[in-house]
């Protein structure tokens, strides 16, 4: 622990920090796992719609940078394209 006024203060902040990049993280992660496993087109474009919002805002608050999110969106596109091409 620390014994410092200011680090206290600091490691107070760290965990309420820790807490919400974590639940916004496993709430990008769980929407691409969505994608991933759906089961026909139809299901996989509505999931990956939601997981476009769901990434915006995540990197619109700052926790990933703009060009990992346009990777990540580029290849779940091309993930739901090819369920497309298989019927």
Do not use: W
Request: net charge positive; no cysteine.
């Amino acid at each position: 622990m620390p014994n410092i006024k200011q680090q206290k203060k600091r490691l107070r902040k760290d965990k309420k920090l820790y807490k919400k990049n974590k639940s916004i993280k496993t709430r990008v992660k769980n929407a691409k796992k969505k994608v991933l496993n759906s089961k026909d087109y139809k299901e996989a474009s509505e999931n990956l719609k939601r997981f476009y919002e769901v990434m915006d805002k995540a990197v619109k608050k700052g926790y990933y940078h703009k060009n990992k999110a346009a990777r990540n969106k580029s290849q779940l596109t091309k993930y739901v394209n090819s369920l497309k091409e298989e019927k």
